[in-house]
């Protein structure tokens, strides 16, 4: 069973930065594409960024892109979303996950292994 875990979340102000990352287990059997998600009390979750297993190809959300980036070292089945200019509106629990395919997918549904969440918190 692939087990994540994210650390690194916490308090930034408001056009800081912060990178969390993502340490997983018993990916090397098989050639995973990451994605990181947020979800904000209340809200519906949304899409951050996803990774190719390759590490090649990534895409990001509307919201964060131009601002986000997203990378991965296979070699020490560790993923990281650094953060730049964040706003108060990206706060929210971010979470990690992997998926059984090496492609990139937009979708919640098409991740297969989930990790318990980081909470990012952006002061104004």
């Known amino acids: 069973q692939v087990q994540l875990a994210e650390s690194g979340g916490g308090l930034v102000q408001a056009g800081g930065s912060l990178t969390i990352s993502c340490a997983a287990s018993?990916?090397?059997?098989?050639?995973?594409?990451m994605g990181w998600f947020r979800q904000a009390p209340g809200k519906a979750p949304e899409f951050v960024a996803a990774?190719?297993?390759?590490?090649?190809?990534?895409a990001y959300g509307d919201s964060v892109k131009g601002r986000f980036t997203i990378s991965r070292d296979n070699a020490r089945n560790t993923v990281w979303l650094q953060m730049n200019n964040l706003k108060p509106d990206d706060t929210a629990v971010y979470y990690c996950?992997?998926?059984?395919?090496?492609?990139?997918?937009?979708?919640?549904?098409?991740?297969?292994?989930w990790g318990q969440g980081t909470q990012v918190t952006v002061s104004s």
């Open positions: 018993a990916l090397t059997h098989n050639r995973h594409a």
């Open positions: 990774i190719h297993w390759g590490g090649g190809t990534t």
């Open positions: 996950a992997a998926r059984d395919g090496s492609l990139i997918s937009y979708e919640r549904s098409l991740y297969e292994y």
